[in-house]
């Protein structure tokens, strides 16, 4: 009798290998990042119903709890915290032993990568470009992020890569390579009254409008520090949504803006932009970033080689900063 009823125990505890499958996993693991079952429905393409049975048969056959429901909001249970970084290890491996019976090596499926308009428009096309031909089966989704939603999203699972701006290149829970410091450029019109100066100093900035990008943008905040240190004042910026509206601005005489010099290189050589000879004192760096302790699918390895490849090539062959300020 005691046997049988050991028996009978061991067949209740949960198997790892029957009773949970791909698809509960995957949508575990949408739920558990965004912790939204809405969200998540979306971008599975699943209905709330077929969504929430997913989570309750692997409720079921693990017979723990994987996330508090609070009102309106939900959030993982220990066991549903716990269980995360494995639903992740599993679904990369299931995707390697995916290709891996189809006896290829290309990679496959959609890689979602956060990036702000600089590098997107300007250093992303050639890239993108090589893939296309490349790698025709990886599908690249570029999501418009700045820095610091950039790197939430990365620790959240929300991306997959990211590409940050920034002066710091440590950052909590995410894994950067540096690609290269990002060239900042003043720039200003023809016309303007600083156009002219054999050398501008911060005091002059001070007394004219500036163009940036919104809040968030990390040279911009530098910019605006500098700008900002000793007056005891918060000076006003006239922020612009895009790069290209912020150059317009600027070549109309609305002020001057400090921007990465691959955005404007195109404007200043066609003359309806000039360069200011301000000494920037800070440096930015353009990084590759993805969460730290992620396992790197097939695909994350390939793209972050390949990004490695084109643009630290690309930052090499440009020109050095301008002199910093003693």
């Known amino acids: 009798m005691g046997c049988f009823s050991c028996v009978r125990h061991v067949r209740r505890k949960p198997d790892l290998g029957g009773d949970?499958?791909?698809?509960?996993?995957?949508?575990?693991?949408?739920?558990?990042?965004?912790?939204?079952?809405?969200?998540?429905?979306?971008?599975?393409k699943?209905?709330?119903?077929?969504?929430?049975?997913?989570?309750?048969?692997?409720?079921?056959?693990?017979?723990?709890?994987?996330?508090?429901?609070?009102?309106?909001?939900?959030?993982?249970?220990?066991?549903?915290?716990?269980?995360l970084p494995y639903a992740e290890q599993m679904l990369t491996l299931a995707g390697e032993a995916r290709g891996a019976a189809l006896g290829s090596d290309e990679p496959t499926g959609a890689l979602t990568v956060g990036?702000?308009?600089?590098?997107?428009?300007?250093?992303?096309?050639?890239?993108?470009e090589f893939f296309h031909h490349r790698h025709p089966a990886l599908?690249?989704?570029?999501?418009?992020?700045l820095c610091a939603e950039t790197c939430h999203a990365l620790r959240q699972g929300l991306f997959d890569l990211g590409f940050l701006m920034e002066a710091e290149t440590r950052h909590p829970g995410v894994q950067t390579e540096v690609l290269g410091s990002e060239p900042l450029t003043l720039v200003a019109s023809p016309g303007h009254p600083l156009a002219q100066a054999e050398k501008v100093t911060t005091e002059a900035l001070r007394g004219v409008q500036v163009l940036s990008a919104e809040a968030g943008c990390a040279y911009r905040e530098l910019f605006e520090a500098e700008l900002n240190d000793g007056t005891?004042?918060?000076?006003p910026f006239l922020e612009f949504g895009t790069i290209e509206s912020i150059k317009r601005g600027v070549s109309a005489g609305l002020g001057v803006s400090l921007l990465p010099t691959a955005t404007v290189a195109d404007a200043l050589g066609a003359g309806s932009l000039v360069s200011l000879p301000w000494a920037i004192p800070f440096t930015v760096y353009t990084q590759l970033a993805w969460r730290r302790g992620k396992t790197l699918t097939r695909e994350m390895r390939v793209f972050i080689d390949q990004t490695m490849r084109f643009l630290t090539e690309e930052y090499a062959q440009e020109p050095a900063l301008a002199p910093r300020l003693a």
Do not use: C, N, W
């Not at 949970?20 to 965004?34: C, E, N, P, S």
């Not at 599908?139 to 992020?145: A, C, F």
């Open 20 to 44: 949970m499958d791909i698809r509960q996993l995957a949508t575990f693991h949408k739920v558990g990042t965004l912790l939204s079952f809405t969200r998540a429905a979306a971008e599975l």
């Open 46 to 83: 699943y209905a709330q119903s077929s969504l929430t049975a997913h989570i309750k048969s692997l409720e079921e056959s693990l017979e723990v709890s994987l996330f508090d429901r609070l009102g309106g909001r939900i959030e993982l249970t220990d066991a549903g915290r716990r269980l």
């Open 115 to 128: 990036s702000m308009e600089s590098i997107t428009s300007y250093r992303m096309p050639m890239l993108l």
């Open 139 to 145: 599908q690249i989704v570029l999501r418009p992020s």
């Open 232 to 235: 005891g004042e918060s000076l």
